[in-house]
């Protein structure tokens, strides 16, 4: 008389304790999936619109014509195009004001990019933690429910009279099963982290790039005398 064994059987029949360890195993296994499709999705977007933008920058454009386009229409998911609203936005307001000095209207405009990139980075960076946390966590968490399940199975065989291999098997296969769901959650969870923290810094890279290079074309711009300015004098 033989009874075959099966995986469904073994979770069916697990404790209760086990059993908690897998739900919570599936649990973050959903979440680190939901997690990569949402990441790789929004580091795509981000990828092709920033290619897109440098196109139209680097085009020859007018920078006050290009900001007045980006501005009435604005793409919150590019983040080349957030710095430069926001920095040629800021230069220009503080251009204006009587007696700016070229120096101070740099500086806030450097700054203003600045906490443009800290939200672009903190836009790519959403989620990657919980990402490695479920990397980190899960293997531990497998093997908990594991010792826990090894150690129920001693427990019973110490109750029964005549200890054989087939009374405390399914036990240990149940206990086995938590550790297989702890990698199972873990090592996607770990590769996908080490796949788009190395995409975000990239993207941060080329941010950072193309920060400092329309800093140096506003440098230009806030040294060079406006046109109106230079009439005014010469009358």
């Known amino acids: 008389m033989s009874s075959e064994i099966s ?13 908690l360890v897998m739900i919570t195993l599936c649990l973050l296994s959903v979440v680190s999936w939901y997690l990569m499709y949402n990441r790789r999705a929004l580091i795509k977007r981000a990828q092709r619109l920033s290619v ?5 920058f680097w085009s020859g454009v007018d920078l006050s014509r290009l900001f007045v386009q980006v ?21 220009a307001r503080l251009r204006k004001s009587d007696g700016a000095d070229p ?5 806030g405009a450097e700054r203003a990019m600045r906490v443009a990139l800290l939200r672009e980075q903190e836009k790519l960076e959403t989620g990657l933690p919980i990402l490695a946390t479920i990397g980190s966590v899960s293997p531990y968490i497998g093997l908990f ?25 399914p036990g240990i296969a149940e ?9 199972v959650a873990a090592v996607p969870a770990v590769v996908a982290y080490n796949h788009f923290s190395s995409a975000v810094d990239r993207l941060l890279h080329s941010y950072d790039a ?17 046109p109106g300015k230079e009439k005014a004098k010469a009358s």
């Not at 995986?7 to 059993?19: H, K, P, R, Y």
């Not at 080349?80 to 936005?89: A, P, S, W």
């Not at 193309?210 to 060079?224: M, P, T, Y």
């Open 175 to 183: 206990a086995l099963i938590a550790t297989a769901m702890g990698l």
């Open 71 to 91: 501005n009435n229409e604005p793409n919150v998911s590019c983040g080349q195009e957030n710095i430069f609203r926001t920095g040629f936005k800021e230069f």
């Open 210 to 226: 193309f920060s400092d290079e329309f800093s140096g074309i506003l440098h230009r711009k806030a040294h060079a005398p406006e």
């Open 103 to 107: 120096d101070s209207v740099m500086q």
């Open 7 to 19: 995986i469904s059987g073994l979770i069916a029949d697990a404790t209760f304790v086990v059993q």
């Open 52 to 56: 897109a933008f440098e196109d139209r």
């Open 145 to 169: 429910g594991t010792v826990w399940g090894i150690m129920h199975s001693f427990l019973s065989l110490a109750n029964q009279q005549q200890a054989t291999l087939a009374a405390v098997a």
